[in-house]
């Protein structure tokens, strides 16, 4: 299956508009990765935009044709510059591609965003978390996937490799970690296992902990990992057991 056929048919109506307007509409994350993985399509696209002619600054650029969508599209104004719409059954979110300069702090947001042309695409990949999720469907003439980070490879092996050292500055990359463990049956990456050996439990926000736990789909699984992980006790076995239960990615109430 062509990732064009792949995509919802009212998405790809949306990222025409885009080229019409001077745009090269680039999904990247999960919607690429469940692609690759032949997984079922979400309802969620995460589109960095780039255009065919470049000028100085992105960011007006990007607002530009921000004001032009939301003459027909109803838009919600996000942190960093995303834009998000509903279309139909499905959530688009926009931004224009950027890096991100981390502080020496150890917490999650602990950065600056700097909006970038990012041609090449390499840049604007490096501040994602895994090069799992940093694959890109660029519509140009047809989609074309670019892959400046070997995410392609990674994903068959099912090795969740950071996109960069900035990952280890994040804590709630970490907690994604697991979630990708227990979610698609991804390795831990042996330097992440590592890095975590040197956390305890009060770097983890509860927030965070019990949100990426619930998107795992097996929560239970999710703490015990998460333990075992911070050298609090082994529940390997533990865990096997509840997943022998469940026998493919199943609901949260039958896996409580």
Same mark, same amino acid.
């Given at each position: 299956?062509?990732?064009?056929?792949?995509?919802?048919?009212?998405?790809?109506?949306?990222?025409?508009?885009?080229?019409?307007?001077?745009?090269?509409?680039?999904?990247?994350?999960?919607?690429?990765?469940?692609?690759?993985?032949?997984?079922?399509?979400?309802?969620?696209?995460?589109?960095?935009?780039?255009?065919?002619?470049?000028?100085?600054?992105?960011?007006?650029?990007?607002?530009?044709?921000?004001?032009?969508?939301?003459?027909?599209?109803?838009?919600?104004?996000?942190?960093?510059?995303?834009?998000?719409?509903?279309?139909?059954?499905?959530?688009?979110?926009?931004?224009?591609?950027?890096?991100?300069?981390?502080?020496?702090?150890?917490?999650?947001?602990?950065?600056?965003?700097?909006?970038?042309?990012?041609?090449?695409?390499?840049?604007?990949?490096?501040?994602?978390?895994?090069?799992?999720?940093?694959?890109?469907?660029?519509?140009?003439? $047809?989609? !074309?996937?670019?892959?400046?980070?070997?995410? @392609?490879?990674?994903?068959? +092996? *099912?090795? %969740?490799?950071?996109?960069?050292?900035?990952?280890?500055?994040?804590?709630?990359?970490?907690?994604?970690?697991?979630?990708?463990?227990?979610?698609?049956?991804?390795?831990?990456?042996?330097?992440?296992?590592?890095?975590?050996?040197?956390?305890?439990?009060?770097?983890?926000?509860?927030?965070?902990?019990?949100?990426?736990?619930?998107?795992?789909?097996?929560?239970?699984?999710?703490?015990?990992?998460?333990?075992?992980?911070?050298?609090?006790?082994?529940?390997?076995? $533990?865990? !096997?057991?509840?997943?022998?239960?469940?026998? @493919?990615?199943?609901?949260? +109430? *039958?896996? %409580?």
């Amino acid at each position: 299956m062509s990732f064009k056929d792949y995509i919802s048919p009212l998405f790809q109506s949306f990222c025409e508009e885009l080229k019409t307007l001077g745009a090269i509409p680039c999904v990247v994350g999960g919607t690429v990765r469940n692609y690759i993985l032949n997984l079922s399509n979400t309802h969620d696209y995460d589109v960095e935009i780039r255009f065919e002619q470049q000028e100085n600054d992105v960011l007006t650029q990007y607002h530009q044709l921000v004001k032009r969508v939301k003459k027909k599209y109803p838009l919600e104004n996000l942190k960093y510059e995303v834009c998000r719409l509903e279309l139909g059954p499905y959530t688009v979110e926009l931004s224009p591609p950027r890096i991100e300069e981390y502080t020496d702090d150890f917490h999650h947001s602990n950065f600056s965003a700097k909006f970038i042309h990012d041609s090449d695409f390499s840049l604007g990949a490096k501040r994602r978390d895994f090069t799992t999720n940093a694959m890109i469907y660029a519509l140009k003439d $047809e989609w !074309e996937l670019i892959d400046p980070l070997g995410g @392609e490879a990674d994903t068959y +092996k *099912k090795d %969740l490799k950071p996109c960069s050292q900035d990952f280890f500055k994040d804590p709630v990359r970490f907690l994604r970690a697991i979630r990708f463990y227990i979610l698609y049956d991804y390795y831990l990456n042996d330097e992440i296992v590592k890095r975590f050996q040197v956390l305890d439990i009060d770097h983890f926000d509860s927030h965070y902990v019990r949100s990426e736990a619930m998107k795992s789909k097996k929560p239970i699984c999710f703490g015990l990992k998460l333990l075992e992980l911070l050298e609090l006790g082994e529940f390997n076995q $533990e865990i !096997e057991k509840l997943s022998s239960i469940d026998t @493919e990615i199943t609901n949260l +109430k *039958k896996h %409580l």
